[in-house]
Nanobody, 116 residues
Framework: QVRLVESGGGLVQPGGSLRLSCAAS????????MGWYRQTPGKQRELVAT???????NYADFVKGRFAVSRDIAQNTVTLQMNSLKPEDTAVYFC??????????WGQGTQVTVSS
């Protein structure tokens, strides 16, 4: 069992930046993929960015060049640096972890609101 705790959401003006963090416990557990999804009301959860254990990254087209995902394998943490935020980035952002088998684990979600 993996427990994920997110932090760092909030309200930001368009063009601003936010940094989301997620810590997995137990910290010594092996996790193959960690990353972020987001969801808005009435829509399916969508991939934002993910990073594998060998540091390969994958980004949704709508965040390329603006967001950066980073993992600390030893600490089992993942961050999402979000720059040049747009109103359409407003969503609940979920940290996820996948061990390569079974079902993924999810955090509780953190609200990001981009508004002037």
């Amino acid at each position: 069992q993996v427990r994920l705790v997110e932090s760092g959401g909030g309200l930001v003006q368009p063009g601003g930046s936010l940094r989301l963090s997620c810590a997995a416990s137990p910290s010594a557990i092996r996790i193959d993929y960690m990353g972020w999804y987001r969801q808005t009301p009435g829509k399916q959860r969508e991939l934002v960015a993910t990073q594998t254990g060998d540091s390969s990254t994958n980004y949704a087209d709508f965040v390329k060049g603006r967001f950066a995902v980073s993992r600390d394998i030893a600490q089992n943490t993942v961050t999402l640096q979000m720059n040049s935020l747009k109103p359409e980035d407003t969503a609940v952002y979920f940290c996820y972890a996948y061990r390569g088998w079974g079902t993924p684990f999810w955090g509780q979600g953190t609200q990001v609101t981009v508004s002037s």
